[in-house]
Structure formats: structure tokens, C-alpha cells
């Protein structure tokens, strides 16, 4: 059974940093990628951004691209995603998810979700 579970989800003040990780079990991570998704009150579900350690390759939402960086820590089976120079407007629940090998950007291409964790950034 595949579990992914978030954490690192908080308030913070706009300009501010967090760290959000998913742990991972039942599922390795050098066999899939890793995706981070959010999603704002009343809004679809967006990417955020990517990671397959198999191909050696990120990839970053325009939105987000030199401010987030997503990485793995393998031999933990955990991704995270740094977040630094947080605005308002990132305020969102995040969500990891997993699927084999390739990145994607559409949640349809994922088959396995996290929970979630809030992320709320005040001006």
C-alpha cells in the first residue's frame, strides 16, 4: 500500500520561507517522479513543480520558478519542497503525489496522493 504524507505546513509572513516534506512508503522514489500540486480556496488543483530522480530532472511552475525548489532525499524516501520569498498569493493547501518515472504536470497523471498540508501566507 502507497502512502505519501506532508508536513512542514504553517503561517507565515510574506517574504518568509518553509519547507514543506512528503514521506513516502510502499514506493521507491528512484522508480517514480514526485509532483507537488496546490490548491487555493475556490481554484483547481495546480502544479507546482516536479522531480524524477530515475531521468535527473526538475521542472518549476513559471509561478514559482527561483523562489521553490523541489528535491528527494532517497534513502529517506522523502521529497521536499523549499519555498523562500513566500507571497500572499501562495497561500494554498499542498499536496505531493507520485507516479512512475516521468514527470507530468496534470494531476490526472498521478495515481497517488498525499493528504495535504496548509500553507498560509499573510501580507
Known amino acids: 500500500q502507497v502512502l505519501l504524507v506532508e508536513s512542514g505546513g504553517g503561517l507565515v509572513q510574506a517574504g518568509g520561507s518553509l519547507r514543506l516534506s512528503c514521506a513516502a512508503s510502499g514506493l521507491t522514489f528512484s522508480s517514480y517522479a514526485v509532483g507537488w500540486f496546490r490548491q487555493a480556496p475556490g481554484k483547481e488543483r495546480e502544479f507546482v513543480a516536479a522531480?524524477?530522480?530515475?531521468?535527473?530532472?526538475?521542472y518549476h511552475a513559471d509561478s514559482v520558478k527561483g523562489r521553490f525548489t523541489i528535491s528527494t532525499d532517497n534513502d529517506k524516501n522523502t521529497a521536499y519542497l523549499q519555498m523562500n520569498s513566500l507571497k500572499p498569493e501562495d497561500t494554498a493547501v499542498y499536496y505531493c503525489?507520485?507516479?512512475?518515472?516521468?514527470?507530468?504536470?496534470?494531476?490526472?497523471?498521478?495515481?497517488?496522493w498525499g493528504q495535504g498540508t496548509q500553507v498560509t501566507v499573510s501580507s
Open positions: 503525489a507520485a507516479r512512475p518515472y516521468a514527470i507530468k504536470v496534470l494531476t490526472s497523471d498521478y495515481q497517488y
Open positions: 522531480i524524477s530522480w530515475s531521468a535527473g530532472s526538475t
